[in-house]
């Protein structure tokens, strides 16, 4: 009888690889880079001309992508708690460094193998003295006699910058840095469409941190942007666009001084609301991802100290169902304090931890500030007809979650997208699911009866897709309250046709009563 010791020795491998299944797209773990970046020159303000360079190069294959991410700020001073899993006695450079685990989730989601990586980083005094201290592959714990350790030494910076800073240098597959955009696999749009998140995510930032993206594709053709401020219309004129809610004539408002600004969590935060409408322009029509004028980018982008956590954010504020309708609207609540006192984020910062209860105060009091009679609406005359449409296609999606084949659903889904047709108003595939193996499905929705041209409507979104994705879908279901007559000839017509890549196309029609709507 007695105590007895449990031996605690976890494989390092292992706790590598479970690391690695954090992070779901190349964006995310991009930013954890940037973000170690961006603390470091929060927390050494003099330092001059304060960069960040991305490089990213497509083998020839096509197979993987080499990255670099490289700073000019001050260098890591504390190797082992930069590498160490959740040291909360640490020395943080600021509330960008909240978790972690930041460099090593996203260092193993880039390779999970845990082998072709490589750290390098030089403070001042190294950078006078020619040495820089080097960290590789692969990661392990420390623990009986295992060692893992970097070196210092003289040699040749392989970076851009002369000065101190830090180096980070991967490989990852293709298929990972794809992740960036659901919608393409083409190297240059991804390349953009990540150029775009890096300029939202970090916009307060970026007056004092240059960002810049290099990519060279399998040919060697190189490309070299600069992340610029980014809103839904450029140029941008703030104030003739914010909503204040002090304008609208409602009482609740002269409970708050400052109607965009309140405190939380026991006043020891801030919290700065911004309300706007933005008009439907030809720059939301060129945006891959933010401020598209459309549903799937309307409502609020919330912020932690400036960086973006979570977007869009509408139905968990408001309660309303997502709807063409509100198209206009478009705000950023910035949440500000010290890190101690904010909601808490998901360990990859995409999003707030919901059951947080500052968080939940916070949406709250947003709710109570500007109720959702307030939101800016398109004014469309046929308001009626769109949102009886909408209403019913948020039901058929409710509906989705109750067939087991169905995996997931993207609503609004555009095709065509590195084609400029903003004149030609194609509008937007109503969805595209994922079915349990995988397989995609393209869904049009028809109100009433169907036509003739909702069947070729629906050609067009495959062609796109295709044109796109550059594989075709396995499933085009048109879903209507009826169907001609003529409707089963049509489809074995259609069905007879092969795509752009040779595979036939696959159509079906289904009406709403099919599903219950």
Same mark, same amino acid.
């Given at each position: 009888?007695?105590?007895?010791?449990?031996?605690?020795?976890?494989?390092?491998?292992?706790?590598?690889?479970?690391?690695?299944?954090?992070?779901?797209?190349?964006?995310?773990?991009?930013?954890?880079?940037?973000?170690?970046?961006?603390?470091?020159?929060? &927390? !050494? *303000?003099?330092?001059?001309?304060?960069? =960040? +360079?991305?490089?990213? /190069?497509?083998?020839?294959? @096509?197979?993987? %992508?080499?990255?670099?991410?490289?700073?000019?700020?001050?260098?890591?001073?504390?190797?082992?708690?930069?590498?160490?899993?959740?040291?909360?006695?640490?020395?943080?450079?600021?509330?960008?460094?909240?978790?972690?685990?930041?460099?090593?989730?996203?260092?193993?989601? &880039? !390779? *999970?193998?845990?082998?072709?990586?490589? =750290? +390098?980083?030089?403070? /001042?005094?190294?950078?006078? @003295?020619?040495? %820089?201290?080097?960290?590789?592959?692969?990661?392990?714990?420390?623990?009986?006699?295992?060692?893992?350790?970097?070196?210092?030494?003289?040699?040749?910076?392989?970076?851009?910058?002369?000065?101190?800073?830090?180096?980070?240098?991967?490989?990852?597959?293709?298929?990972?840095?794809?992740?960036?955009?659901?919608?393409?696999?083409?190297?240059?749009?991804?390349?953009?469409?990540?150029?775009?998140?890096?300029?939202?995510?970090?916009?307060?930032?970026?007056?004092?941190?240059?960002?810049?993206?290099?990519?060279?594709?399998?040919?060697?053709?190189?490309?070299?942007?600069?992340?610029?401020?980014?809103?839904?219309?450029?140029?941008?004129?703030?104030?003739?666009?914010?909503?204040?809610?002090?304008?609208?004539?409602?009482?609740?408002?002269?409970?708050?001084?400052?109607?965009?600004?309140?405190?939380?969590?026991?006043?020891?935060?801030?919290?700065?609301?911004?309300?706007?409408?933005?008009?439907?322009?030809?720059?939301?029509?060129?945006?891959?991802?933010?401020?598209?004028?459309?549903?799937?980018?309307?409502?609020?982008?919330?912020?932690?100290?400036?960086?973006?956590?979570?977007?869009?954010?509408?139905?968990?504020?408001?309660?309303?169902?997502?709807?063409?309708?509100?198209?206009?609207?478009?705000?950023?609540?910035?949440?500000?304090?010290?890190?101690?006192?904010?909601?808490?984020?998901?360990?990859?910062?995409?999003?707030?931890?919901?059951?947080?209860?500052?968080?939940?105060?916070?949406?709250?009091?947003?709710?109570?500030?500007?109720?959702?009679?307030?939101?800016?609406?398109?004014?469309?005359?046929?308001?009626?007809?769109?949102?009886?449409?909408?209403?019913?296609?948020?039901?058929?999606?409710?509906?989705?979650?109750?067939?087991?084949?169905?995996?997931?659903?993207?609503?609004?889904?555009?095709?065509?997208?590195?084609?400029?047709?903003?004149?030609?108003?194609?509008?937007?595939?109503?969805?595209?699911?994922?079915?349990?193996?995988?397989?995609?499905?393209?869904?049009?929705?028809?109100?009433?009866?169907?036509?003739?041209?909702?069947?070729?409507?629906?050609?067009?979104?495959?062609?796109?897709?295709?044109?796109?994705?550059?594989?075709?879908?396995?499933?085009?279901?048109?879903?209507?309250?009826?169907?001609?007559?003529?409707?089963?000839?049509?489809?074995?017509?259609?069905?007879?046709?092969?795509?752009?890549?040779?595979?036939?196309?696959?159509?079906?029609?289904?009406?709403?009563?099919?599903?219950?709507?």
């Amino acid at each position: 009888m007695g105590k007895f010791d449990i031996v605690v020795k976890p494989d390092s491998q292992v706790i590598w690889e479970s690391w690695g299944k954090n992070h779901f797209n190349f964006t995310t773990l991009l930013c954890e880079f940037v973000d170690n970046s961006i603390s470091n020159f929060i &927390a !050494n *303000p003099k330092l001059p001309n304060k960069s =960040v +360079l991305i490089k990213l /190069k497509l083998s020839e294959d @096509k197979k993987n %992508v080499k990255v670099s991410i490289e700073d000019n700020g001050a260098g890591i001073n504390d190797f082992s708690g930069a590498f160490s899993p959740g040291d909360k006695n640490r020395k943080t450079d600021s509330f960008l460094n909240e978790h972690g685990f930041g460099l090593k989730n996203a260092l193993a989601t &880039a !390779n *999970p193998e845990n082998n072709i990586w490589t =750290v +390098l980083s030089r403070k /001042k005094t190294d950078f006078k @003295k020619g040495v %820089v201290n080097v960290v590789k592959a692969p990661w392990r714990m420390t623990y009986d006699g295992n060692k893992f350790s970097g070196e210092s030494k003289k040699m040749n910076w392989p970076g851009f910058f002369n000065s101190s800073g830090t180096l980070i240098m991967f490989s990852c597959p293709r298929t990972l840095f794809d992740s960036v955009s659901p919608r393409s696999i083409k190297f240059d749009y991804n390349a953009e469409q990540l150029l775009e998140e890096l300029s939202v995510v970090y916009r307060p930032f970026l007056k004092d941190v240059t960002i810049k993206v290099i990519s060279e594709d399998h040919q060697g053709v190189i490309t070299e942007n600069v992340c610029e401020v980014i809103f839904p219309n450029k140029p941008w004129n703030k104030k003739d666009h914010l909503l204040r809610p002090s304008s609208f004539l409602n009482t609740m408002f002269n409970r708050f001084s400052n109607p965009s600004t309140f405190k939380a969590n026991n006043k020891k935060i801030e919290v700065e609301c911004e309300f706007y409408a933005y008009l439907n322009r030809p720059e939301c029509k060129k945006r891959k991802k933010y401020y598209k004028h459309n549903v799937s980018s309307q409502g609020v982008e919330i912020r932690s100290n400036g960086r973006l956590i979570s977007y869009p954010v509408m139905e968990e504020i408001w309660r309303v169902v997502p709807d063409n309708y509100y198209n206009l609207f478009w705000g950023v609540i910035n949440i500000k304090g010290d890190i101690k006192f904010l909601p808490s984020t998901s360990t990859t910062k995409t999003g707030y931890v919901p059951s947080d209860p500052v968080y939940k105060e916070i949406i709250q009091k947003v709710g109570e500030l500007f109720p959702s009679q307030f939101l800016p609406k398109t004014g469309n005359k046929n308001k009626k007809k769109n949102t009886s449409e909408k209403q019913k296609r948020a039901r058929w999606l409710e509906k989705l979650s109750k067939w087991e084949k169905v995996k997931s659903a993207k609503p609004e889904f555009p095709v065509f997208e590195e084609l400029d047709l903003k004149s030609e108003r194609i509008g937007s595939l109503d969805a595209l699911l994922f079915d349990e193996n995988d397989n995609v499905v393209l869904v049009e929705n028809k109100k009433e009866k169907s036509k003739l041209l909702d069947f070729y409507q629906l050609v067009m979104y495959w062609d796109g897709y295709v044109f796109d994705k550059e594989k075709s879908p396995n499933k085009a279901i048109l879903i209507a309250n009826e169907h001609p007559a003529w409707s089963e000839s049509i489809l074995k017509e259609i069905n007879s046709k092969k795509d752009s890549l040779g595979n036939n196309y696959c159509f079906e029609v289904k009406r709403w009563s099919d599903y219950d709507v």
